[in-house]
């Protein structure tokens, strides 16, 4: 596809399911980062890949997330036992390498709502 | 630590009339400096960056921003505003090597 694509868009879970987010960076794109955005507030870092290797865990916010990128190009970010605060917009973004002029492009995002 | 603010919560200006929001940052050194838009139920796109150089950023959309350093600022301005502009508007910065760092938001309308 042309862009990021995240699925699902939309996923709703009881308290204490598990959950796997889904992500399809641009082809040939080799730095993946997902984000969490809660309602009114900017996003914020979860995790970075660059290929396969996750360089950067230090924004998981606790040891239920867990993110993987076997095959440096599909990305998932799974939730175990979900909490009512893990509620948020899931954004992930790829760019073709992390540094200078190198933009990241962002998906449309998954919208969890844990009741 | 590095942190982001946006004071403006929320913006409504009329269709034609200019825009600034505001983005303040805290860090130690030049960081890069980005904005981005969010409309409802879409990504973030990006409308502008500065690394380094030019103060003055242009952007997409007729967008432009300005870097103080003496201010610590990055404010974001377009002269003639279009009610397709309202959005969600977030300023980042990217401490070198780093991940991005997001202020809070401000939210535009725009009045006709």
């Known amino acids: 596809g042309a862009g990021v694509s995240q699925s699902p868009r939309y996923k709703v879970a009881k308290r204490g399911q598990d959950v796997a987010l889904r992500c399809d960076p641009i082809?040939?794109?080799?730095?993946l980062f997902w984000y969490q955005q809660a309602l009114g507030q900017g996003p914020e870092f979860l995790t970075y890949?660059?290929?396969?290797?996750?360089?950067?865990k230090s924004g998981l916010p606790s040891d239920r997330f867990f993110a993987e990128r076997p095959e440096g190009s599909v990305s998932t970010l799974k939730i175990q036992r979900t909490q009512q605060e893990d509620s948020a917009v899931y954004l992930c973004?790829?760019?073709?390498?992390?540094?200078?002029?190198?933009?990241?492009?962002f998906g449309q995002g998954t919208r969890l709502t844990v009741v | 630590a590095q942190s982001v603010t946006q004071p403006d919560i929320h913006i409504t200006v009329s269709e034609g009339a200019s825009l600034e929001l505001r983005c303040n940052y805290s860090?130690?050194?030049?960081?890069?400096l980005f904005w981005y838009v969010q409309s409802p139920g879409q990504g973030l796109q990006l409308l502008l960056k500065?690394?380094?150089?030019?103060?003055l950023v242009q952007g997409i959309k007729g967008f432009e921003a300005e870097f103080k350093r003496s201010q610590s600022s990055f404010n974001l301005r377009k002269p003639s505003v279009h009610w397709s502009d309202a959005a969600e508007y977030f300023c980042?910065?990217?401490?070198?090597?780093?991940?991005?760092?997001f202020g809070q938001g401000t939210e535009l309308s725009v009045k006709p």
């Open positions: 860090y130690g050194a030049t960081p890069y």
């Open positions: 980042a910065v990217d401490p070198p090597g780093g991940k991005l760092i």
């Open positions: 082809s040939g794109h080799v730095s």
């Open positions: 973004a790829s760019s073709l390498m992390k540094g200078l002029n190198t933009e990241a492009f």
């Open positions: 500065y690394f380094s150089g030019d103060t």
């Open positions: 890949f660059q290929n396969e290797a996750q360089l950067d």
